[in-house]
């Protein structure tokens, strides 16, 4: 068996690798910080980046993290490339990897695209989002967010532990209350958050009108002004509107009016708020929250960038 390892789904990395992965973000963010030069373990490195769907913060990021960590980045420009001349995604993966590219980052609209090319290649393919299926680093950032909220003296307590708990390491974390808000079905911010924030023991509830309700075992509501005084994270998603293939609800406008973190929502819940970005403002959250020193938005591009660094260095140095 290859020993390569590839990041597709949060679930290829043990809670032990994640919390190695944190403290070593961390430190990438000190150093960011500080605009200290870090050490450059992708020197002669050479990244691809293909992605076959918008992009803003996540190629950016990724991006951004290759040349920090001192390595290079090839980045495919897919409307000029062969797959949009029919050429199929083996034989495209079949040329990529001739090229001997160190890592591939890639971002399909079909579900498992990353998962079928590291059948093809001899490097680590890091998955940028891959249709509703899955988007493992979003998920790390966010769960490093919360936890330099909630628990970063006790993770740093952890930094030379031997063994890590598997499920529920951090006793700060374990037991918070998360609601994830708006198009669960069709996110895969959710799908990823769902799998990481359970393993580390918070408790996860899914709060949307029933048509973006995927079926689950999580406690599920359709009243966000409820949910929000009891949970200590709200997390709220764009509507996905590039994967309905048809439109099932009313408005976006119907959709705000009980969906849209407000100020009045919020109340005085000393809770924190994320989103991944891009904001649908007054939709998703409104501008009033989004100034709110809870909202984390921002702090979790700036995370990104760390945990992004923190996993190349993991998978290809
Ligand atoms: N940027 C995130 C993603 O690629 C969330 C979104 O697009 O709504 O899935």
């Known amino acids: 068996m290859s020993d390569i390892r590839h990041l597709i789904r949060t679930s290829d990395f043990s809670t032990q690798e994640i919390i190695t992965l944190f403290h070593n973000a961390l430190h990438y963010k000190q150093l960011l910080m500080s ?45 000029r490339s ?21 890592a591939i980052i890639i971002r399909h609209r079909n579900a498992g695209a990353g998962y079928y090319l590291s059948a093809h290649v001899n490097c680590p393919i890091i998955n940028g989002g891959d249709g509703a299926h899955s988007h493992p680093t979003q998920a790390l950032l966010d769960l490093l967010t919360i936890i330099e909220h909630f628990g970063l003296e006790e993770l740093q307590t952890l930094k030379n532990a031997d063994t890590i708990a598997p499920f529920a390491p951090l006793d700060s974390i374990k037991g918070k209350k998360i609601a994830i808000v708006g198009d669960v079905v069709n996110s895969r911010v959710a799908n990823s958050n769902i799998e990481l924030l359970t393993r580390f023991g918070m408790e ?16 599920t509501s359709d009243n966000l002004k409820a949910i929000a005084q009891e949970v200590d994270v709200i997390m709220s998603l764009r509507t996905q509107t590039e994967r309905h293939d048809q439109v099932i609800y009313g408005s ?41 020193s809870r909202s984390k938005v921002l702090e979790q591009v700036t995370n990104g960038v760390c945990v992004r660094m923190a996993a190349l260095d993991f998978l290809i140095a």
């Open 204 to 219: 996860v509830i899914l709060v949307a009108p029933p048509h973006f309700l995927p079926q689950t075992s999580l406690r």
């Open 35 to 79: 605009k200290t030069p870090t050490h450059q373990p992708l020197k002669h490195k050479n990244v691809i980046t293909i992605f076959f769907e918008n992009s803003t913060r996540t190629l950016s990021s990724f991006e951004l993290a290759v040349k920090n960590l001192g390595g290079d980045i090839l980045r495919l420009d897919v409307s």
């Open 252 to 292: 976006l406008k119907d959709y705000a009016s009980r969906f849209c973190v407000t100020k009045e929502i919020v109340g005085n819940n000393p809770c924190i708020i994320l989103h991944p970005g891009p904001v649908h403002r007054n939709i998703d959250i409104d501008d009033e929250v989004l100034k709110d």
């Open 82 to 102: 062969s797959t949009s001349k029919g050429e199929t995604i083996s034989d495209t993966a079949a040329n990529l990897n001739a090229m001997n590219p160190d």
